[in-house]
């Protein structure tokens, strides 16, 4: 039986998804090998997973973004599903998780497995519910039928829930939004219905060995995770995260790699504490947050909530951010909210990157080509460079953009009082007349003197997100 990648590390052994991800992050090797041996990184890649491009989740490299697709009841379509996948890779995702309910299971998990290069997740239970004509009726077995066979197609981690206890229960029933997990849902209505401990508990050390044989990484789902800010940091989550703790030492025993969902909702002066209370329980294990979503009062906008607590969780610590859409409690995320998802995380990630020390070369090649007036590249180096491009706001009077794009101002200030333009005209002793002709100014097209040279080629492999 072959290592899983936890197992190689802890033997001294650097795999070739070690050596990647270590180019891939700018680190030695060995800083990935004992990361990994450790539990303070995981390397989600299940061998089975053949065009899989591997990544490195842990809180001392680049913090990743999670993008959830998948079916519902109202939508079923594969094709839909291949082109929000392409947008989640289009858009700079590190991994994807398929959260479908509906429709050929089996093939559309197949299908995104043989399509994408990033790692695929997902949570059994959902799959494994839709061969029942009520959640109650699941059994043990089924469950672990279905872990297995998702497991042998390659998919890269699951989330189980199975901290969530039968004791746990009372401790949500005053809650103001009660349990919001899927999976914590259907198991807390099996332990009710049964009278019986959560199966996913009691067959912990049977996932652990199918985990383990395929070399599939266990994400700890967070079943009583906080629906509203009303409940965050309640009994609830913390008795199920006291049981993740032990669940993570079970899980680095059985040689199976680990990380640890965390809440959804929470106010930001809770998360850093949060983070720290989560790595001193799990022993270091990677924490991937869902957000956390800051405020209530913003359906619509709960992208830009999740990005705020999402800037905080990572600086504190969090490994990865799960996005959260403008679709987030109100319906069944599309291509545009996939790309507003990724996007406000991505912000989110690298805005806390910067802020633990990673070097900011990117955001200096923006300002020197906004300093320089070189709209091209502006718009080559953005985040989203076709949002960039098609928010351009030119000189009105010039229908032609590639003529506009050398303008030395935007249509924000216009020439007469764009700051940076009059600055640089003050500070450049070459001109004997700064109140030069403004048609002349407007009409300019080369580069000021005095300013940064960004012709040379700026090398930012070691980014995480993709840079045009």
């Known amino acids: 039986m072959s ?40 390397i989600p890649a299940n061998p ?45 995702a590190d991994t994807v998780m398929d959260l479908s309910t509906e429709g050929p299971l ?35 077995n089924q469950l672990l039928t279905e872990i297995e066979s998702q497991a042998r197609q390659g998919v890269d981690y699951m989330t189980i829930h199975a901290g969530l206890l039968k004791e746990h229960l009372s401790y949500a029933d005053d809650r103001l939004t009660g349990i919001v997990s899927r999976g914590g849902s259907i198991l807390a209505a099996w332990m009710d219905e049964h009278d019986a401990e959560n199966p996913l508990y009691t067959a912990y050390d049977d996932i652990c060995q199918i985990l383990r044989e395929h ?29 993740l703790g ?96 990724i996007i406000a995380a991505r912000i989110a990630a690298h805005a806390a990157d910067i802020a633990t020390g990673t070097p900011h070369d990117w955001d200096n090649a923006l300002s020197s080509a906004r300093a320089s007036f070189n709209w091209p590249r502006q718009f080559e180096l953005a985040i989203d460079s076709e949002r960039a491009h098609d928010g351009f706001k030119s000189d009105d009077s010039d ?16 020439v007469e009082y764009c700051s940076m333009r009059i600055d640089q005209d003050r500070k450049d002793t070459t001109e004997s007349d700064t109140s030069a002709d403004i048609t002349a100014i407007q009409d300019s097209d080369a580069p000021h003197q005095n300013l940064p040279d960004i012709s040379e080629e700026i090398d930012f492999s070691s980014c995480p997100a993709h840079i045009p």
């Open 3 to 42: 290592k899983t990648q936890l197992e190689h590390a802890r033997s001294g052994t650097i795999t070739a998804a070690m050596e990647r991800v270590a180019d891939r992050e700018q680190v030695e090797s060995e800083t990935i090998r004992e990361a990994v041996a450790s539990g303070d990184a995981v």
């Open 48 to 92: 089975s997973h053949e065009s899989l491009d591997p990544i490195v989740i842990g809180r001392e490299f680049s913090t990743k973004v999670n993008a959830n697709i998948g079916t519902s009841s109202l939508s079923d379509d594969l094709g839909a599903e291949r082109d929000k996948l392409q947008t989640a890779l289009d858009y700079g």
């Open 106 to 140: 089996d093939k559309i998990r197949k299908d995104h497995i043989a399509r994408s290069p990033i790692p695929i997740g997902t949570v059994p239970i959902y799959a494994a519910a839709t061969t029942v004509d009520s959640h109650t009726e699941l059994t043990q």
């Open 215 to 243: 070399d599939v990484t266990i994400s700890l789902g967070d079943g009583l995770r906080p629906g509203s800010i009303a409940d965050a940091g309640d009994a609830a989550q913390y008795a199920e995260l006291d049981v």
């Open 246 to 341: 032990e669940l993570t030492t079970r899980a680095k025993e059985h040689g199976v790699q680990v990380m640890i969902e965390g809440p959804g909702h929470m106010t930001f002066d809770q998360i850093a504490d949060d983070v720290k209370r989560q790595q001193e329980i799990c022993d270091g294990a990677p924490y991937y947050v869902l957000g956390p979503v800051v405020t209530d009062i913003a359906p619509g906008y709960d992208h830009i909530t999740s990005a705020i607590g999402g800037t905080e969780a990572a600086r504190a610590g969090a490994a990865m951010l799960c996005y959260v859409t403008p679709a987030e409690h109100l319906g069944l995320p599309d291509e545009s909210d996939v790309r507003e998802g």
């Open 399 to 414: 229908d032609d953009q590639s003529e506009s794009t050398q303008q030395r101002f935007c249509s924000m200030c216009g």
